[in-house]
């Protein structure tokens, strides 16, 4: 599993962004793929995973109501939609596959390297 970030940027509160995460090795459809994010000076913090084919997700319950991952399999490819861009938003946003042991995963094993959001009011 080799995870890739895209899609941070710049952004006005109220806007909306969508990040891709996409993995360059052969196994990504057999992953639970979850979103974390970090601000500077701050902890990392669980966004939201989905379940390896799709048909299951589990948000934290600040995001609820403002964020979306799904995936494609056929595309390695998972994605984080968010709404309502907040300034408090602001931070380097991760994607990360965790095991299919328990749902939602304790583990992740593999994480990408990280975009950057930055929110501005």
């Known amino acids: 599993v080799q995870l890739q970030a895209s899609g941070g940027g710049q952004v006005q509160a109220g806007g909306s962004l969508r990040l891709s995460c996409v993995d360059s090795?052969?196994?990504?459809?057999?992953?639970?793929m979850a979103w974390f994010r970090q601000a500077a000076g701050k902890e990392r913090e669980f966004i939201g995973v989905i379940s390896w084919a799709g048909r299951n997700t589990h948000y934290a319950d600040f995001m609820k109501g403002r964020v979306s991952i799904n995936r494609d399999n056929g595309k390695n490819t998972v994605y984080l939609q968010i709404n309502n861009l907040k300034p408090e938003d602001t931070g380097t946003y991760y994607c990360?596959?965790?095991?299919?042991?328990?749902?939602?995963?304790?583990?992740?094993?593999?994480w990408g390297q990280g975009t950057q959001v930055t929110v501005s009011s």
């Open positions: 990360a596959a965790g095991d299919l042991n328990t749902w939602p995963p304790h583990q992740y094993d593999y």
């Open positions: 090795g052969r196994t990504f459809s057999t992953w639970n």
